[in-house]
């Protein structure tokens, strides 16, 4: 959409995680090998990521080793290790390294990954310290040569089966060179934060809210937050939630409200709708300063199961009192003056059984077809930048399960397809055209208890892909590995 920087939320576990360098969080700097969960939340006030770590509470040993290679000379080794100790306290640890060199464009990202807990009370109560520390070297426009830290104490108490506190402090930091900033050769951007959240579940509803406090530069002073829904009638809800932020110039608050309804039994439908109006502000460490942005959007969306169909329709409808980049290396420099910018779209998916692999050869899966297609209703006249008016997605997979599970075997073939869009140049004011792209790419796994294999191509017709201007994808792009888990 149109929403741009300042409109995605990531919270791991929890915790909002706050942007260093740009106005949005580089979700490319998040390492994968902690991650337990991922959940995607689309409102009418953006996008939400939730993020959870591994946490094993277990007396016994755990380990996940996944180590891959291919092109443009990828190396990559991921290493976790966690046990507990006792019956409260677990210690973990873990590496990430991810090392990609295309011409004259390497790209080196080492993150170290270390966590106690300690939870006295059924597991679900007690202390947290969790350390994340990254090193990266990155080449081409987002140029990057930085330290990244981050501490977070946690302390949770279950005051009731149906209610919860949580206290946490936090010190985030970025050193980096003057590529990935402003005008210094040395910058260092740090934020200290302290969050008190509730949460709490009554009958029919739950509620939950907070407020965060920093004293880190471009960031806001405070933040409240709420959200809270209750069911009218059985598959009936209604929610509501809202913020507001206070900075060293501005003050921000928005509210939504929105309702959902699950027709069952009887029909297999689901029914949303979200509406939010308010002002957002947004941190900008990159320059060393923050702004706001008044916001409006409406979404509203069906989904329907069909026997083993299942069938998605969205409509959604943003509005910005003006259009910002991104205040990241490759679009510093880009000017951009678009204001009071509308942009509705549609947005259709599908998924489902196609070919009925079990008619010809009984007892085996048949293969399945996912689908996502968007399109976007650009205003005439005003030149968004970032947004292609078609945007699709299709998968085809083959899953089967051999030996009562113990062998696992996945097949699949993807389409990607993004349309022309503005983009922007590094070092350059003006945006630039980006022609629109088809991909190719396929992928094979196949797993035996706890071990599995895969193999990625996510270029098969080789093409040259620029979403940024002037810094083009390599050309081949694929990827072998292995993971391994161990237990005990």
């Known amino acids: ?3 741009g920087p300042g409109f995605v939320t990531v919270r791991r576990n ?48 755990y380990a996940r ?39 004259q464009e390497a790209s080196n990202q080492l993150h170290f990954w270390g966590r106690v807990d300690w939870m006295p009370f059924n597991n679900r109560s007690g202390l947290e310290l969790v350390y994340h520390n990254e090193r990266i070297e990155r080449g081409s426009g987002d140029t ?50 302290a969050a008190l959240t509730l949460r709490g579940r009554f009958g029919r509803g739950y509620a939950q809210g907070g407020g965060r406090v920093a004293n880190g530069i471009a960031y806001p002073n405070f933040v409240g937050w709420v959200d809270a829904g209750y069911g009218l009638a059985p598959g009936l809800v209604v929610e509501a939630g809202g913020e507001v932020g206070s900075w060293d110039k501005f003050s921000a608050a928005f509210g939504r409200l929105g309702v959902a309804w699950d027709l069952q039994p009887g029909f297999d439908l689901q029914l949303r709708a979200d509406g939010a109006v308010g002002t957002r502000g947004l941190s900008r460490p990159g320059s060393r300063s923050a702004d706001s942005v008044h916001f409006s959007g ?19 409808y943003q509005n910005l009192s003006r259009q910002l980049p991104f205040d990241a290396p490759f679009d510093r420099a880009l000017v951009v003056n678009i204001r009071n910018v509308s942009l509705p779209s549609v947005e259709f998916t599908f998924s489902g059984p196609i070919i009925p692999v079990g008619a010809i050869i009984k007892g085996w899966s048949p293969i399945t077809l996912e689908g996502f297609f968007r399109r976007s209703f650009l205003p005439s006249g005003k030149n968004l930048i970032y947004a292609p008016q078609n945007l699709g997605v299709g998968a085809l997979g083959f899953d089967q399960a051999f030996l009562e599970g113990n062998l696992r075997l996945h097949l699949g073939l993807f389409v990607v397809h993004r349309g022309n869009m503005l983009t922007a140049r590094p070092g350059d004011p003006d ?56 237990f005990n």
Do not use: C
């Not at 630039?432 to 706890?450: K, M, N």
């Open 1 to 3: 959409g149109v929403f």
């Open 14 to 61: 929890g915790k909002v995680m706050p942007p260093l360098q740009s106005a949005q969080l580089d979700l490319a700097s998040i390492p994968l090998v902690t991650l337990e969960r991922v959940r995607v939340i689309r409102r009418a006030t953006g996008l939400e990521l939730e993020l959870d770590e591994k946490r094993h509470a277990d007396p016994v040993a």
């Open 65 to 103: 080793l996944t180590s891959a290679t291919g092109d443009p000379s990828l190396k990559l080794l991921r290493g976790l290790f966690t046990n507990g100790f006792g019956p409260a306290l677990t210690v973990g640890f873990g590496i990430d390294l991810l090392n990609v060199s295309p011409a």
């Open 144 to 193: 990057l040569k930085a330290d990244r830290n981050s501490l977070v104490l946690r302390a949770r108490a279950d005051i009731s089966d149906r209610f919860q506190v949580e206290l946490s402090a936090s010190t985030s930091s970025l050193n980096a060179d003057s590529a990935a900033m402003s005008g210094e050769d040395s910058t260092v951007v740090d934020v200290n934060e």
């Open 298 to 316: 409406f979404t509203a969306g069906a989904s329907e199961q069909f026997g083993p169909f299942r069938f998605g329709q969205r409509f959604a």
């Open 431 to 486: 945006p630039e055209p980006a022609g629109s792209l088809t991909q190719v790419g396929f992928d094979f796994w196949f797993g035996i208890q706890s071990f599995s294999f895969w193999l990625r191509v996510d270029d098969m017709n080789r093409l040259i892909v620029q979403d940024i201007a002037g810094v083009p994808y390599p050309k081949d792009r694929f990827s072998i590995g292995v993971k391994w888990e161990f």
